[in-house]
């Protein structure tokens, strides 16, 4: 390992010159100034920053009292939630396993599985007001199909909130490019006051995703007849 270039930033180099897709996620990792961050402040990924710098745009978190937390590994958003809201009750969910955080209940399973949204709501103990989604596939390295499959959970996490949040609440969602067409946008704004897209300044400038922030939520027409 060498140091290279007038900034100080650190090379790697493979035996053979060539670098690899490995050798170059590494090298990112070790130049990127919000892992530093991340590390320095206790935060278990660079992704904290994001939901952070959504929140100081959009102030959705202060007073949360129920937040769900989609595809939550390995745990940077939970713990931002509980940092910013110590008393809110917070359910996170992940195909992959999580460490405990304090305060957070935590579910290993995919969240497409039928029975996930009952384990989220039962756990949580009501309705939320926040619910979040930082869920992404796997790539399969074709930026469409990729696209698409993260798209899908992204339309299966608004389903999700739609069918859970408590009149007011919030739904913040991970999106690829400009978040869907325009059909899945206008059924957004037909159940959000507002409804805004994002790129916080931590999420890298060659990634497609962007961020959307829907908030004030109408409520269900059901719920309302039922009153
Ligand atoms: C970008 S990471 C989340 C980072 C997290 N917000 C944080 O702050 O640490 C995306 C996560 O979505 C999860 N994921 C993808 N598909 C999922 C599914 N069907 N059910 C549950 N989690 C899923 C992945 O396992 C991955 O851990």
């Known amino acids: 390992m060498s140091r290279g ?30 892992v530093k961050k991340a590390k320095a402040e206790g935060y278990r990924s660079r992704a904290a920053y994001k939901l952070i710098e959504l929140d100081e745009k959009f102030a959705f978190l202060k007073g949360s009292k129920r937040v769900v937390d989609l595809g939550l590994a390995p745990g940077g958003w939970s713990q931002v939630v509980r940092r910013t809201c110590p008393k809110a009750a917070v359910v996170g969910i992940d195909l992959l396993p999580v460490d405990p955080i304090e305060g957070v209940a935590i579910f290993q ?7 996930a949204p009952d384990t989220l709501i039962e756990a949580l103990g009501g309705a ?18 990729d696209a698409l499959r993260t798209m899908g959970l992204v339309e299966a996490a608004f389903q999700f909130a739609i069918e859970t949040l408590a009149p007011g609440g919030t ?16 059924e957004m704004k037909r159940n959000f006051a507002t409804v805004k897209h994002a790129k916080p300044p931590s999420s890298r400038k060659g990634s497609v995703e962007w961020f959307v922030v829907a908030q004030g939520f109408k409520g269900r027409a059901e719920d309302a007849e039922a009153e």
């Open 5 to 34: 270039g007038t900034r100080g930033h650190v090379r790697v180099r493979t035996g053979r010159g060539r670098t690899s897709q490995s050798v170059r996620w590494l090298e990112r990792q070790l130049n990127d100034p919000y």
């Open 109 to 115: 399973m995919d969240f497409m599985d039928d029975a």
């Open 171 to 186: 739904f913040v969602s991970k999106v690829f490019a400009s978040g869907g067409d325009g059909k899945f946008v206008a």
């Open 128 to 145: 939320p007001d926040l619910v979040m989604s930082d869920m992404a596939a796997n790539t399969v390295g074709h930026p469409q199909t």
